[in-house]
C-alpha cells in the first residue's frame, strides 16, 4: 500500500517538474476559487442579473478535472507551465453560452469583466490570450492537417439547381445509397478521426452523464437524422496553381488551392439558392424530452441527406458500439429500399415517410384490376403475362398478353402503343418500404412519427440559438470543435441541475 502512495508521488512530482497540466484540487478548488473571487468582487450578489446567476449555476456543478488527465499526452514536457484544460474548455462553453462569437472579444472581455474570468476559473488580471485558445483547439484536433481533405484537387462537379421547389438537389456524386452502405459495412469506419478525442471528451462527460440521468436510452434510443446547411463563406475560396487562365482558358480541371477543401457548393431547397459551407448531418435522440443530440458528421454541402444519414450512421456504430438503435425516424429524402433493407437486417423499425418521386400510389388502378389470384387483369379482362421480378425494387412485373415483340399488339382495342406493350408493377408482399409495421396510416405510426421534429429542433438551437455559422471558421477543426462545445452545452442546459447549493446563496453568505 505504501509503496503505490509513494509512487503517486513520485509521479505527481515528476508531473509538476515537467510542466504538464496538473490540478490536485480537483473541482472542489474550481468551486473554492468561484466563491472567494465572486465574495471579493461581486460582494453585493444583488449586482449580478439572476439570468446571468442561471448561467452561472450549473458551470459551478460541471466537473471536468477529469479532462485535465485526459488531455494530458497532448502537452509537451518543455516549456512554460500551461493553463488547465478543463479551465480552457469552460471558458471556451461561457463564451459560447453568454452568445460571444469572437474569442477575440471574450479575451477582451475576460479583461475587463472580472466575472468572466473567476467562472472560467482563471484569476483575475491573469487570463490567457487569443493564441492560448487557438493552441487549446490543436490539443483536442488529432491531425496535423487542419482539414479532412487536402488543400489541392481538382475542381468538383457542382449541383444542377433542381427543377421544383423544396426539392433536394440531386448529388455530383454518383455513388448510390446501395453501395456506399455494402462499403461501410465491409470496411467500417476507422476510429482514428481527427474529431475522435473531441468526441471522446463530449461522451465521457455529457453523452454518458446524461445517459445516467436517464435523458438517454443507449440500450434502445430511437434516432431522428436531419441534414442542415452551414454557409462557411459567400463563395468557395480558391487560387489557381496553372496558367491557363493566362492562355484564355477559363474552365480548366487542373488542380486549386482550396482555403476550406472539405467545403462545396451547395443547394438549400428550404431557401432556394445555392451556398457554399458544408452539410450538417445530425443524429438525435428522439426519444428524450430535450431533443438531445447524439452524433453529429460535417460532409461537403452537395451531399444529399440519404448518403449523410449513411456516413453518419455507419460512423455512429464505430463511435458508440454500446448504442442499440431501435427506431429510426427520418424525412421522405430518405426513402431509400437499401435503407429500408439494412434496417430488417439490424432489427430497426424504420419510420420514414414515402417520397412522391420514388412512386406512393399503385400505377394503373383506374384502368386494371387484380384478380383473386394476384394476377392483373387488363381493361378487357385479360389475364396478363408474369414477366419476371425487380427484387431491388422488391415488386413484380406484368405484361400485355396480347403483345409480341416482332409483330405488336394482337388486340383489336390496344390500350398502349409502347414499344414494349403496357406493363404493371405489383409490390411484393415482403416489401419493407411499402408494407410497415405498423402501417403508415395507423395512429401509432403517426404517433411516432412526429418525434422526427426533435432533430430538426436539434439543428436549430444550434444554428440559431447558439449561433454555430457565426464562427466564421476556416478549417474544420474549428468547426468541429465549436460544434462539439455547443453539443456540450445543449446537454448541460437539460441537466437541470439542483439548486440547493446555489452559487448565489454561497457568495451571499458573506456578505
Not at 281 to 302: I, K, Q, R
Not at 306 to 317: E, R
Amino acid at each position: 500500500m505504501w509503496r503505490s502512495q509513494l509512487m503517486e508521488n513520485i509521479f505527481q512530482d515528476w508531473r509538476r517538474f515537467f510542466m504538464l497540466p496538473f490540478n490536485p484540487g480537483g473541482h472542489a478548488a474550481y468551486q473554492d476559487h468561484v466563491v472567494t473571487n465572486l465574495r471579493e468582487y461581486y460582494s453585493d450578489s444583488s449586482s449580478i442579473p439572476n439570468s446571468v446567476w442561471d448561467i452561472l449555476e450549473p458551470f459551478f456543478a460541471l466537473d471536468l478535472s477529469d479532462i485535465d488527465k485526459l488531455l494530458q499526452t497532448r502537452y509537451s514536457v518543455l516549456g512554460p507551465k500551461p493553463r488547465l484544460p478543463s479551465s480552457m474548455l469552460r471558458s471556451v462553453l461561457l463564451a459560447l453560452e453568454f452568445k460571444i462569437t469572437s474569442f477575440t472579444d471574450w479575451v477582451a472581455a475576460m479583461k475587463t469583466c472580472p466575472l468572466y474570468a473567476i467562472a472560467s476559473g482563471f484569476d483575475v488580471g491573469d487570463t490567457p490570450g487569443v493564441g492560448t485558445f487557438y493552441d487549446f483547439f490543436k490539443r483536442l484536433w488529432i491531425s496535423a492537417h487542419e482539414n479532412s481533405s487536402p488543400n489541392l484537387r481538382k475542381p468538383k462537379k457542382k449541383v444542377k439547381k433542381p427543377t421544383k421547389k423544396g426539392v433536394k438537389a440531386e448529388p455530383p456524386d454518383k455513388i448510390t445509397v446501395e453501395k456506399l452502405i455494402r462499403e461501410l459495412s465491409e470496411n467500417p469506419v476507422s476510429p482514428d478521426q481527427p474529431y475522435s478525442l473531441l468526441f471522446s471528451i463530449f461522451k465521457e462527460q455529457f453523452l454518458d452523464t446524461s445517459a445516467h440521468k436517464g435523458l438517454i436510452s443507449p440500450l434502445k434510443i430511437a434516432l431522428a437524422g436531419d441534414g442542415m446547411p452551414v454557409v462557411t463563406s459567400a463563395r468557395e475560396r480558391k487560387k489557381r496553381t496553372c496558367k491557363c487562365f493566362d492562355d484564355g482558358i477559363r474552365n480548366c480541371d487542373c488542380e486549386r488551392d482550396y482555403s476550406q477543401p472539405d467545403c462545396d457548393i451547395g443547394w438549400d431547397s428550404s431557401r432556394s439558392y445555392f451556398y457554399s459551407g458544408y452539410g450538417l448531418y445530425m443524429l438525435t435522440a428522439s426519444d428524450s424530452e430535450n431533443d438531445l443530440p447524439v452524433f453529429p458528421l460535417f460532409g461537403p454541402a452537395s451531399r444529399h441527406d440519404s448518403l449523410g444519414f449513411v456516413y453518419s450512421f455507419f460512423a455512429m456504430k464505430t463511435f458508440l458500439p454500446e448504442y442499440r438503435a431501435t427506431k429510426l425516424l427520418l424525412d421522405s429524402a430518405h426513402d431509400a429500399m437499401p435503407i429500408y433493407e439494412h434496417c430488417r437486417q439490424n432489427r430497426i423499425t424504420p419510420f420514414i415517410d414515402l417520397n412522391a418521386k420514388r412512386g406512393i400510389k399503385l400505377k394503373y388502378k383506374n384502368d386494371f384490376t387484380v384478380g383473386s389470384d394476384g394476377v392483373p387483369r387488363c381493361m378487357a379482362g385479360r389475364k396478363m403475362r408474369h414477366d419476371g421480378s425487380e427484387k431491388k425494387k422488391h415488386r413484380l412485373k406484368f405484361r400485355c398478353p396480347m403483345f409480341n415483340r416482332t409483330h405488336g399488339c394482337k388486340c383489336s382495342n390496344p390500350c398502349s402503343d409502347a414499344k414494349y406493350g403496357r406493363t404493371v408493377h405489383l409490390q411484393m408482399k415482403d416489401n419493407p418500404r411499402i408494407f410497415n409495421i405498423p402501417s403508415r396510416d395507423s395512429d401509432a405510426w403517426k404517433i411516432e412519427y412526429k418525434a422526427r421534429t426533435s432533430a430538426e429542433r436539434t439543428n436549430k438551437r444550434i444554428k440559431i440559438d447558439f449561433l454555430l455559422e457565426s464562427g466564421r471558421h476556416r478549417s474544420s477543426k474549428m468547426w468541429y470543435c465549436r460544434l462539439y462545445c455547443i453539443m456540450m452545452l445543449q446537454h448541460l442546459n437539460a441537466w437541470g441541475l439542483p439548486k440547493e447549493t446555489s452559487l448565489k446563496s454561497l457568495v451571499a453568505q458573506a456578505s
